[in-house]
């Protein structure tokens, strides 16, 4: 059973506001990920990171920043929420074989619902 | 860029059917091959990973294949159960994993 956790579950806020999506894994996994997901869309990968101290943007542009302070920690932050950041976002982990780049299974927490009015 | 696309995007079933969903991916550079359940409103779940090096990988009523050559794997659903009703979906890894949209399995009582 995978150990990943995203807080809060769903989120309702107005226009403006400064938010942080939180995820927390406790399996040691150097690598996490965040991806948003639209209804019927799919799953595109929004940001990642290696390690601590270590963040990469994915493929598809986001206005949102995250850190990576400890191995088991990934929030997610977006300063001046708009509605157009509606969305699901999930966090995932997983191990990084061989310190190649290469990566396992990914675990994938529940996911948080936003909702920016 | 790798681009994902899974056949068919619905799937309707009578429960006990034998049934196959299709993945296919257009660089055959890959790593490795994921295939996930997402239930509604929640987060995913891994059910079976291939490396680029195997041909399948089988967990309970599960097998997966894959054909890295022909940018496809298939995933096998033996005796299928109304508990199987979900969205599948698979995922591509080349130092990020891309997916696809998904398959939406029902499975009839």
């Known amino acids: 059973e995978a150990d990943i956790y995203q807080t809060p579950r769903y989120l309702v806020i107005g226009t403006g506001k400064k938010i942080t999506l939180e995820c927390s894994q406790t399996?040691?996994?150097?690598?996490m990920y965040w991806y948003q997901q639209d209804p019927g869309m799919e799953l595109h990968l929004i940001h990642y990171s290696y390690g601590v101290n270590s963040t990469e943007k994915g493929d598809l542009s986001s206005e949102s920043t995250v850190s990576r302070i400890r191995t088991e920690h990934f929030p997610l932050t977006l300063e001046s929420a708009r509605p157009s950041h509606t969305s699901q976002y999930l966090c995932?982990?997983?191990?990084?074989?061989?310190?190649?780049?290469?990566?396992?299974?990914?675990?994938f927490g529940p996911g948080t619902r936003l909702t920016v009015l | 860029k790798q681009e994902v696309t899974q056949i068919p995007a619905a799937l309707s079933v009578p429960e006990g059917e034998n049934l196959v969903l299709n993945c296919s991916f257009t660089?055959?550079?890959?790593?490795?091959l994921q295939w996930f359940r997402q239930d509604p409103g929640k987060g995913l779940t891994s059910l079976l990973l291939?490396?680029?090096?195997?041909r399948e990988q089988t967990s309970g009523r599960l097998n997966a294949s894959l054909d890295k050559s022909s940018g496809r794997s298939t995933l096998y659903i033996a005796a299928s159960q109304p508990g199987d009703s979900a969205t599948y979906l698979c995922a591509v890894y080349v130092y990020q994993f891309y997916f696809g949209t998904g398959t939406s399995l029902t499975v009839i009582p």
């Open positions: 399996m040691g996994h150097d690598k």
């Open positions: 291939i490396q680029s090096s195997q």
């Open positions: 995932a982990s997983s191990e990084n074989i061989g310190g190649q780049g290469l990566s396992d299974t990914q675990y």
């Open positions: 660089d055959s550079a890959i790593y490795n």
